[in-house]
């Protein structure tokens, strides 16, 4: 086991290191926005970086845990529901990208609270999307803490709660010391890691159960339904593969972990090369991870969770001291997914509601050394609170995942995409959106309503896309500077 861990603790060391090296070159720098600098970079991200850090903020453990886990259970069916994610960075950047850019520079905006209160000047706007960060987030990290602290009880042999306190600290103090430049390298850097270990896993896994023929054929035995559309024991109905294509299709544009990445890139030739880069990428990864899921139950049938599968894939077919290395895939999706979250906790509080009620929006107030110690605070408490609800984790913690991905859409999606393209769109419409999208997804989720095989994602953004238009009959009309802002009028 010792063997197998040392590539993990040089992986974790290297992350560390990097998020110095970053540090002392930004401070080398004559940094002209201290807040600018530390959440978005300097928007100076070139088209390789962008792409990594879009793919390596949105993939994580149940890309490389949870769905594969899920695979395991259901079978190819789960692998069509997948690829659904790949037109991620080419729609998010495609939708998005150049007007985040153009009008993010013009407004200053560093975090999508910032475009949203640009737009709406509203007050009551900006606590909505701050609240729904801090409580999804903190969901959706819970998740990335339970898949790291597997990893590690896999490939070591340690308890659960020793890899939950490694990992954690170490993606905390990288985040806190390097901020947004030290989340994009080591993004970078994850995302080629990622890569890399997909193809191994999914080429060891096909030799392993004799060739691709031979594996589809032992799935049929186990079940006929593994490789069907439906999945096994028909638990994939169309309606819910449609409503994979609402909840990972059209509702990525209302996730702030990747959106926000529209506002630090360099120029539109890093944005074009970033959209064809990030499709090729992430089609690679998800294909190939998930079919591993998948291929997984012809060569290690019986394990008592989908989970277990990837970790157990490394070390019974690989050498231990490969399996250390190429464990660091995974654990790489979920550490470039909790940096980005940490560090959008961190904004909330010390941009969106530090800097723009006590400070009243003037951030010439804040030091660099003040900066630095209040994010390294939210960091600590954002990672102990979401450490101490990790204890006792579900089985299957892709799900955890989807529900802060719904949550998240329901509150962001409308009044981004309105906000952006719809010049009558005023904060009443933004406000009745937010609440209506909220209180339905939630009420759906937590009472379990039945919907015929529709994910509640459906119903909570057709209802909120209304509840927008209706609002917006009863609000204000939009004033003439955030016109100019946004349409030059």
């Known amino acids: ?3 197998a861990l040392l590539p993990l603790i040089a992986y974790l060391l290297l992350t560390l290191v990097l998020a110095v090296w970053v540090q002392h070159r930004a401070r080398s720098g004559a940094s002209r926005n201290i807040v600018e600098e530390y959440f978005i970079g300097g928007r100076s991200m070139g088209g390789f970086v962008l792409a990594m850090t879009i793919i390596a903020s949105y993939t994580s453990a149940s890309s ?105 600290i170490t993606v905390v103090i990288y985040t806190s010391v390097g901020g947004f430049r030290a989340v994009v390298v080591t993004d970078a850097l994850q995302g080629i890691v990622m890569v890399v270990a997909s193809v191994v896993v999914f080429m060891t896994v ?49 996730l702030p972990q990747t959106t926000q990445r529209c506002f630090g890139y360099k120029d539109s030739k890093s944005m074009h090369n970033a959209m064809i880069m990030g499709t090729l990428i992430i089609g690679f990864l998800l294909l190939f991870m998930h079919l591993a899921g998948v291929l997984g139950r012809a060569v290690m049938p019986g394990l008592s969770s989908g989970d277990l599968i990837i970790p157990s894939l490394i070390l019974e077919f690989l050498p231990p001291f490969w399996a250390g290395i190429f464990v660091a895939g ?53 990672g102990l609170l979401v450490f101490a609800a990790s204890f006792n984790p579900p089985d299957l913690l892709v799900w955890i995942n989807l529900f802060a991905f719904g949550g998240l859409e329901a509150v962001f999606l409308w009044p981004i995409i309105l906000g952006l393209y719809w010049r009558k769109a005023n904060a009443a419409g933004a406000v009745f959106s937010m609440l209506a999208g909220l209180t339905v997804f939630i009420f759906i989720s937590v009472f379990n309503v039945p919907l015929g095989g529709v994910h509640a994602i459906v119903p909570t953004l057709t209802i909120s896309f209304f509840a927008f238009v209706l609002g917006n009959r009863f609000g204000d009309p939009v004033s003439p500077e955030v016109r100019r802002q946004f349409w030059g009028e």
Do not use: H
């Open 1 to 3: 086991m010792m063997s």
């Open 64 to 168: 490389f845990v949870g769905g594969p886990g899920v695979a395991y259970s259901l079978g190819l069916a789960w692998v069509l529901l997948a690829m659904i994610q790949v037109p991620t960075t080419f729609l998010t950047l495609g939708v998005l990208g150049k007007r985040f850019a153009i009008i993010g520079r013009r407004i200053g905006a560093v975090t999508i609270t910032d475009f949203l209160y640009a737009r709406y000047k509203s007050d009551v706007v900006v606590i909505l999307c701050s609240v729904a960060l801090l409580v999804f987030f903190a969901a959706s990290m819970v998740a990335q803490f339970i898949g790291g602290a597997r990893l590690f009880q896999a490939v070591t042999g340690y308890p659960y709660e020793a890899g939950l306190a490694l990992f954690g």
């Open 206 to 254: 096909l030799e392993v159960g004799g060739g691709m023929t031979q594996c589809m054929q032992t799935l049929k035995d186990i079940d006929p339904g593994l490789i069907t559309p439906s999945g096994a024991g028909g638990k994939v109905p169309a309606p819910m593969l449609f409503s994979f294509w609402v909840l990972v299709g059209l509702g990525i544009l209302g």
């Open 330 to 382: 995974p654990l790489a999706a979920i550490m470039s997914t909790v940096d980005t979250m940490l560090l959008l906790v961190s904004a909330a509080i010390i941009k969106d509601l530090y800097i723009r009620y006590n400070l009243k929006n003037d951030a010439s107030r804040i030091s660099a050394k003040k900066l630095g110690r209040m994010s390294f605070g939210c960091t600590i408490a954002a």
